[in-house]
């Protein structure tokens, strides 16, 4: 064998083995740069006093960001308007999407044309859909004022995004209007696979249409429940366009969810180092919802196994 044999083989070995690392190394450089790195950055400024009129001068703070913000009212305020919020809207998203799967799966003739309904006010942008329920619930020309006046149920027009129980309201409805055709396709797609013969079997033994529901309909569909559920919760939580376009955080701040909270502190405040300490408990916030998830994950793997 000669030389230029063995200096070839060993190029090509050496290539082989160093061939995994490469192919690595080069995802993980493009997550580091556009993912890990800013993480890292807005945790550094997070520690840091950056008021935007005072370009020059940032000195270091520890964690006071975080006290600060976590002992305001509107702090304590937005969390509880995101609890309510997120909890009304998952619950609201997810009987609409079981009703609409529901009503979609039967053999009606016209579920065809009602699939590709359900899904458009999903395709609208939010921003979109903001502006659409908006002109809706407009106090002077919207139009439930004006189906409302015209059947008799009213005799003058409605605020309903001047009244801080209305606009919270409001803001659900439009949520849910929002969100329940994507939770509905994901039941739809779970209904589909529960195999007929279970149905069969269970009115054959006597089974009503609530049991039948009950026993079978919801425990094989529970592990898409669960997606839908964690999905919708963090859905509400990072809200932000359609608070934005519909109520802009009021009347008040009876609209102002933490999300809209984060905003105020870095474009009205101006107070760019409260602003991303509340992006990073928000984060927080998240991975603990992301590790709650995969522990029920796991529970329901072991409970099936």
């Not at 964690?63 to 937005?78: C, D, H, W």
């Not at 797609?189 to 079997?201: D, K, R, T, V």
């Not at 269970?202 to 429940?225: E, M, N, Q, V, Y």
Request: charged letters at 10%.
């Amino acid at each position: 064998m000669s030389l230029e044999t063995v200096y070839r083989k060993g190029k090509a070995s050496l290539w082989y083995r160093a061939y995994p690392y490469i192919s690595i190394s080069i995802p993980f450089l493009v997550i580091a740069l556009f993912t890990i790195y800013p993480v890292l950055y807005a945790v550094r400024i997070s520690l840091y006093q950056y008021i935007l009129t005072k370009p020059k001068d940032h000195p270091f703070v520890g964690f006071a960001n975080y006290t600060e913000v976590i002992t305001s009212y509107y702090f304590r305020n937005s969390l509880i308007n995101t609890a309510l919020y997120a909890a009304a809207v998952v619950i609201g998203v997810t009987i609409f999407g079981l009703v609409v799967a529901s009503l979609l799966n039967s053999k009606l003739k016209t579920a065809l044309a009602l699939r590709v309904i359900i899904l458009l006010p999903w395709a609208i942008p939010t921003v979109v859909a903001g502006l659409i329920w908006k002109w809706i619930l407009n106090s002077e020309f919207g139009l439930l004022n004006g189906i409302l006046y015209a059947l008799g149920l009213i005799k003058e027009y409605i605020p309903f995004l001047a009244d801080p129980n209305l606009a919270k309201l409001s803001l659900i409805l439009a949520a849910i209007w929002k969100e329940g055709p994507l939770a509905a396709i994901f039941l739809l797609a779970g209904l589909q696979l529960i195999p007929n013969e279970l149905y069969e079997a269970a009115k054959i033994d006597g089974g009503s249409g609530w049991r039948i529901f009950r026993h079978i309909t919801l425990p094989l569909l529970r592990p898409i429940l669960l997606i839908v559920v964690i999905y919708e919760t963090i859905t509400a939580i990072l809200v932000f366009d359609l608070i934005y376009v519909l109520t802009g955080g009021g009347p008040g701040d009876s609209t102002s969810l933490i999300s809209w909270f984060a905003y105020a502190e870095i474009f009205k405040n101006l107070n760019l180092g409260h602003g991303v300490a509340l992006a990073v408990i928000i984060a927080l916030m998240i991975l603990v919802l992301i590790l709650a998830y995969l522990r029920v994950i796991r529970i329901e793997e072991v409970t099936y196994s």
